[in-house]
């Protein structure tokens, strides 16, 4: 219990890292893509950490919730700007947020196909 | 504290916005509504947008910048603080856990090592009397080991007959006794070749 309550807070610490630059960013636009650059290596690498390494997956899984809970909480208010006035904007990039990963999912498991039974 | 700070820091406007409708026509002479979303610091104007043709329909001038970065920085310092306060605690509890799992894995282990122990010092004949109280345990309790023919079985067999051989019987009497078959049985003549084969060994 007690373990849960310290990464919940660890949680809340990256997380609030991750708003903080993303406040930030939306003052000062200039550094968009280089904050954008450097979140999604931190997640590709947080998931390649999780997925095939034997590393601190605990601490993996933390630090990439954090940049993903900070991320949406940065740009909570512009979304909802965004949601009430230009909601085709949102629900555009959204689609493309679930199609993308859906599209090279399907890919990998094409190229994938049969390794992992024939191991069995 | 913490997560509250920050779920509340996610609400308030950061900047000022202003949003636009300006009327367009598109490539097929179809008349649709184009929204312009500005902020406060946009380094410069959306593409398209000239503000004779466009209406202002939504406006936020008033922002919290540093209310949002005060409440965001009291998240991150009380998460802080209730992670450095906290170390010792989820430590020890930590400890607990791992001392548990730790006692319960040794006391198993003593007892095991202690029975190997035991083994190891008894004598061949009083390991051939725990085996067949193990067996006869067994027997009580409903269980088939005695009747699967086992490799170990056979030759637990053979040691228990050397012994009644080292006492002085027969070997006709020794294999009737310890297979339990009657002289002159094609089974027994084949247990009693078998066994002179082992003692040759």
Known sequence: MLRHLKNINELVLYAGFSCLVAFLTRLNPVFFFPVLMLRLSILSYCIY??????????????????????????YWDLIEVYLQWDSSEIIKNIMLILVIPIVFFALYMQWNHGKNAARR | MSIGCLFACFSFPLQSVEVWKQNEVNQFKQPYKRVFILTESDLQPPYGLSK????????????????????LLLSMLSGGMAMLLGEDAVQGDEIDVQVKTIDQTASKEFLLSQVKHKW?????AQKQLFREEIRALAELAGGDMTAEMTEANISD????????MQDGETLDTVVAKTWGTTEGTPRHNHIRQQFEQWLSQ
């Open chain 2, 157 to 164: 067999k053979f040691i228990q007959a050397s012994y009644l």
């Open chain 2, 120 to 124: 190891a010092m008894l004598s061949e």
């Open chain 2, 52 to 71: 004779n043709r466009a209406v202002k329909i939504s406006q936020i001038y008033q922002d919290y910048k540093s209310q949002k970065i005060i409440i």
């Open chain 1, 49 to 74: 950490v999780i997925s095939y390494t034997e590393g601190n997956k605990v601490i993996a899984r933390i630090i990439s919730a954090a940049v993903v809970v900070g991320w949406i909480g940065g």
